[in-house]
């Protein structure tokens, strides 16, 4: 499971680190082969390791490509998908498209989010968490049953 907040560099082969605590697992689990694409709901990337894309992979192939709405989920989320397989230091290349979708320049933010990881720009990821501190502490999120079940 991944999980936190890391401040990373892109460096100047358009690379990021991926920090050490993740390395041993990422190699152990997929041989640090892992699937980059686009947040259809953010402007950030998805980080997955291979096995966890694959099973997204068979969600999207259930999909009908007849369905106009599920055919372009299809074409966004598939069509940005690459592969990036991290090296023996732990570097991923982030391809044009993908950095550009996510406005990612020099300083960086990698996010674990269990499974995954999403990558930021640093200053789109510190816009995101004050606007959703603010929403929260605002009361303008709405609590729903599972969220007034979990306990902190």
């Known amino acids: 499971m991944f999980r936190g907040a890391s401040s990373i560099t892109l460096d100047s082969k358009n690379r ?18 892992m699937i980059c694409t686009v947040d259809i709901q953010h402007p950030c990337l998805l980080l997955y390791p291979l096995p966890e894309w694959e099973e997204i ?12 709405q599920e055919r372009l989920l299809q074409q966004v989320l598939l069509g940005n998908a690459t592969d990036c397989d991290m090296d023996k230091n732990g570097r991923l290349l982030l391809n044009g498209p993908l950095r550009q979708h996510a406005g990612l320049e020099k300083s960086i933010m990698l996010v674990g989010q ?4 999403e990558i930021w720009s640093e200053a789109a990821w510190q816009a995101q968490m ?11 999120i709405e609590l729903t049953e599972r969220l007034l079940d979990l306990s902190l």
């Not at 992979?57 to 106009?68: A, I, Q």
């Not at 004050?130 to 303008?140: D, L, P, T, V």
Request: charged residues 30%; contains cysteine; aromatic residues 6%.
């Open 130 to 140: 004050q606007q959703g501190i603010n929403k929260i502490q605002s009361g303008e």
């Open 16 to 33: 990021i680190t991926v920090p050490t605590r993740y390395r041993e697992e990422l190699f152990a689990d997929c041989q640090g082969q």
């Open 114 to 117: 269990l499974k995954k990881f």
């Open 57 to 68: 992979e068979l969600k999207l192939c259930n999909l009908s490509s007849m369905d106009k």
